[in-house]
């Protein structure tokens, strides 16, 4: 592989499981595939869409994070999606070696604080932020006539009417005139809709 654009597979270290150094550089969302049992030591192993047999083995500290957001049925998480991050104040053995954190988690409704042990008689607030749903994917849209009249009128947002817009440039020009005026009036009633939500404000 001679591709030097992304190095950072260059730096993971070889483990079997997701360690902390490969989020030294930013932190990583991870959709959950499956929950099994593990080892007494790491007794929750999360598979993640992507782990390339290296999964995700939560601390307790986590653990109690997942289950707390979450729930207890570790079938239920999967599906659902949390972002990790490197926390390089985590120590163990009284040195800072850094750790795996959660940052933000999906299906909860809003952002969620709880006190967890940090060191032996000290707790220590813990933030998790609800997750943002990613963008629907835009589906293509047919090169037809149909197909660019049906886009241009389910069309809510500006990316969505570029797409319609874009998709109608690339029509026959017999049809580019009804595309044209479908989007015209599409564009206007929208922006007649955002008047009125303005002025009900």
Same mark, same amino acid.
């Given at each position: 592989?001679?591709?030097?654009?992304?190095?950072?597979?260059? /730096?993971?270290?070889?483990? #079997?499981?997701?360690?902390? %150094?490969?989020?030294?550089?930013?932190?990583?969302?991870?959709?959950?595939?499956?929950?099994?049992?593990?080892?007494? *030591?790491?007794?929750?192993?999360? &598979?993640?869409?992507? *782990?390339?047999?290296?999964?995700?083995?939560? @601390?307790?500290? @986590?653990?109690? !994070?997942?289950?707390?957001?979450?729930? $207890?049925?570790?079938? %239920?998480?999967?599906?659902?999606?949390?972002?990790?991050?490197?926390?390089?104040? /985590?120590?163990?053995?009284?040195?800072?070696?850094?750790?795996?954190?959660?940052?933000?988690?999906?299906?909860? #409704?809003? %952002? !969620?604080?709880?006190?967890?042990?940090?060191?032996?008689?000290?707790?220590?607030?813990? /933030?998790?932020?609800?997750?943002?749903?990613?963008?629907?994917?835009?589906?293509?849209?047919? @090169?037809?006539? $149909?197909?660019?009249?049906?886009?241009?009128?389910?069309?809510?947002?500006? %990316? =969505?009417?570029?797409?319609?817009?874009?998709?109608?440039?690339?029509?026959?020009?017999? *049809?580019?005139?009804?595309?044209?005026?479908?989007?015209?009036?599409?564009?206007?009633?929208?922006?007649?809709? =955002?008047?009125?939500?303005? &002025?009900?404000?």
């Amino acid at each position: 592989m001679s591709d030097v654009s992304n190095l950072r597979d260059t /730096i993971i270290p070889k483990s #079997d499981q997701l360690n902390a %150094e490969q989020l030294l550089s930013e932190p990583m969302t991870i959709t959950v595939t499956g929950v099994r049992r593990g080892a007494d *030591d790491q007794p929750v192993v999360i &598979n993640y869409e992507g *782990d390339d047999g290296r999964p995700y083995k939560p @601390c307790k500290t @986590c653990r109690k !994070i997942l289950i707390f957001a979450w729930g $207890d049925d570790g079938r %239920e998480w999967v599906g659902r999606s949390m972002t990790l991050f490197n926390n390089p104040e /985590i120590k163990f053995g009284g040195v800072k070696v850094g750790g795996i954190r959660i940052s933000h988690m999906s299906h909860i #409704d809003r %952002e !969620i604080g709880i006190s967890l042990t940090a060191t032996k008689g000290k707790k220590e607030p813990v /933030i998790i932020k609800k997750l943002a749903a990613p963008a629907k994917k835009q589906e293509p849209i047919p @090169c037809t006539l $149909d197909g660019v009249l049906r886009a241009i009128a389910a069309a809510t947002t500006p %990316e =969505a009417m570029e797409a319609a817009k874009d998709a109608a440039a690339k029509l026959p020009d017999a *049809d580019k005139p009804t595309a044209r005026e479908a989007y015209s009036l599409r564009l206007a009633a929208l922006k007649a809709e =955002a008047t009125k939500t303005e &002025n009900q404000q």
